[in-house]
C-alpha cells in the first residue's frame, strides 16, 4: 500500500500537524522502510499504514508544539524505529538531534532512514544512557522506555533545559514526582484515552 499525500494530511491534521508536499513524501518513504525492516527486526507491533501514522509519527509530532527550543539539541533516549526523536525532526529540521539507540539492527535502520531521507543534523548513539556523561543537549525525548526516574536523573545531569516524555497517564503522575524538575500538566495526546506528553523545564539549581 502506498500512502497518498492527502491521506498522510488527514491522519496527521488531530495532531495539529501540517503537511507540506516535502514532508509527505518523507513521511511516505519513511513508512516504507518501517514495514518493509519490521519484517526482518522487530521494530513495531503496528503495522498498518494508517495506524503508524497517527500512533508513531503524530503522536510523536505532537510534541513539537510543546519544545521549549525547536532549534534546540535533542538527544532521543531508547530511539528504537526513532520515535520521537527522527519525527521531531521532519517537522522542525532545525532540531540537532541525538539518536541513542544501543541495539545494533534497530541503529542500523535508523542510518538507513537518514541516508534515504537525505536527512543532516543527525547523530546516532549506539550507547546505553548510564554510559553516557557528555551528551550536550537542550532537551532530552523519551517515549515508553524503561525507568522514568532514571531518565529524568540522567537528563538533568546533561545540562538540558526540558524533558519530554511519551507515556501513560498513571505513569506520568509517577514521574512529577522527580525532583529538579517544574512539570507542567500532561498534554493528553489526541485520539488516545489514557497517552499523554508530560514536559518538565530544569529547576534553578538542579
Known sequence: MTLKADEIREALAPFGVEVGDHLAGQIREYVRLLLFWNQKINLTAVTEPRQVLTRHFGESMFGAQLLARPDGKLADVGSGAGFPGLALKL????LQVKLIEPTTKKAVFLSEVMRALEL????????????????????????????????????????????????????????RRNEGWHWQEP????????????????????
Do not use: M, Y
Open 91 to 94: 517537522v522542525c529540521p532545525a
Open 120 to 175: 543532516s543534523g543527525v547523530e546516532i548513539v549506539k550507547e546505553r544512557i548510564e554510559r553516557l556523561h557528555a551528551v550536550e543537549a537542550d532537551i532530552v525525548t523519551a517515549r515508553a522506555v524503561g525507568d522514568i526516574s532514571s531518565i529524568a536523573q540522567w537528563a538533568a545531569g546533561v545540562a538540558s533545559i526540558q524533558v519530554l516524555l511519551w507515556l501513560g497517564a498513571e505513569d506520568a503522575a509517577e514521574a
Open 187 to 206: 498534554a493528553g495526546l489526541p485520539l488516545s484515552t489514557n497517552r499523554v506528553v508530560l514536559s518538565g523545564l530544569k529547576a534553578a539549581g538542579s
